[in-house]
């Protein structure tokens, strides 16, 4: 999976907001960086070369992650972990960030607390979260094709996790009850280019949890056909580019 999560899902969903945030970051001046659920390592590749003077510490809860961003983004100290028990001592860090992981957190009350906890008196909380479902159209595009594919029972992963912390008021409100001060949460819309919307089916049917969802249910090969053609339909054929909003917020300790 993290192979296929970085070769199709990557250059395409994950670089252009990471670029943005590492930007939002470097302004910050921050001399001790903590990532959380860092993946395959675009956002820590990015913070290394926009704040290089940086200690990074990144980490995820998945080692198969760690491992593979370890080799990818050596630039870092890399540790698995669990946003919400993290290892580290209070205060520890000036700044914390996260791409597209908070929605993923299964208490983010504990999760958003730790983070407050290893936070200096004053550092930084910065993190991007999706938009509805329907204001990803690669993601939109992809779920109305699993829905083609099973009518009766399609995969909910996408509209309900990656997508279903799309309340900027929500998130806002579970930032204040862990004790931050919420400094800025406004909606970005970043363009992602595809070779193909095949690359972006394959990336998301073979590289996240809704490949599990499809094995219990069918056969691949076939799923991902129809998948592909819904795809097509709705973004076109060839070279692709599409709209996908985010919120991005960050807050103070």
Same mark, same amino acid.
């Given at each position: 999976?993290?192979?296929?999560?970085?070769?199709?899902?990557?250059?395409?969903? /994950?670089?252009?907001?990471?670029?943005?945030?590492?930007?939002?970051a470097a302004v910050l001046h921050p001399r001790r960086i903590l990532e959380l659920a860092s993946g395959t390592g675009v956002l820590t590749s990015a913070l290394t070369r926009a704040a290089p003077l940086a200690d990074v510490?990144?980490?995820?809860? *998945?080692?198969?992650?760690?491992?593979?961003?370890?080799?990818?983004?050596? =630039?870092?100290?890399? @540790?698995?972990? !669990?946003?919400?028990?993290?290892?580290?001592? !209070?205060? +520890?860090?000036?700044?914390?960030?996260?791409?597209? =992981?908070?929605? /993923? /957190?299964?208490?983010? &009350? +504990?999760?958003?607390?730790?983070?407050?906890?290893?936070? &200096?008196? =004053?550092?930084?909380?910065?993190? *991007?979260?999706? #938009?509805?479902? %329907?204001?990803h159209s690669f993601a939109a595009a992809l779920q109305a094709g699993?829905?083609?594919?099973?009518?009766? !029972?399609?995969?909910?992963?996408?509209?309900?996790?990656?997508? #279903?912390?799309? !309340?900027?008021?929500?998130?806002?409100?579970?930032? %204040?009850? +862990? =004790?931050?001060?919420?400094e800025e949460g406004h909606e970005l819309t970043l363009e992602g280019r595809a070779a193909s919307v095949a690359d972006v089916a394959t990336g998301f049917l073979t590289g996240t949890p809704v490949r599990a969802a499809i094995d219990e249910r069918s056969d691949g090969p076939a799923v991902q056909a129809t998948v592909v053609e819904e795809m097509t339909t709705r973004l076109g054929r060839g070279p692709v580019t599409a709209p996908m909003?985010?919120?991005?917020? @960050?807050?103070?300790a």
């Open positions: 999976m993290p192979t296929a999560y970085e070769h199709y899902l990557v250059p395409v969903l /994950f670089r252009p907001f990471a670029e943005d945030l590492a930007a939002r510490t990144a980490t995820d809860l *998945n080692e198969a992650m760690v491992a593979f961003g370890a080799a990818r983004a050596p =630039g870092a100290v890399w @540790r698995q972990a !669990d946003a919400q028990r993290l290892p580290f001592p !209070d205060g +520890a860090f000036d700044l914390v960030v996260c791409q597209f =992981g908070v929605m /993923f /957190f299964p208490d983010r &009350a +504990a999760a958003f607390t730790e983070v407050h906890r290893v936070l &200096a008196p =004053g550092g930084r909380f910065l993190f *991007n979260t999706w #938009g509805p479902l %329907t204001t699993l829905e083609r594919a099973f009518p009766d !029972d399609p995969p909910q992963f996408l509209p309900t996790v990656p997508h #279903g912390y799309a !309340d900027p008021t929500q998130v806002a409100s579970d930032l %204040t009850a +862990a =004790g931050f001060a919420v909003t985010a919120y991005v917020f @960050r807050a103070a």
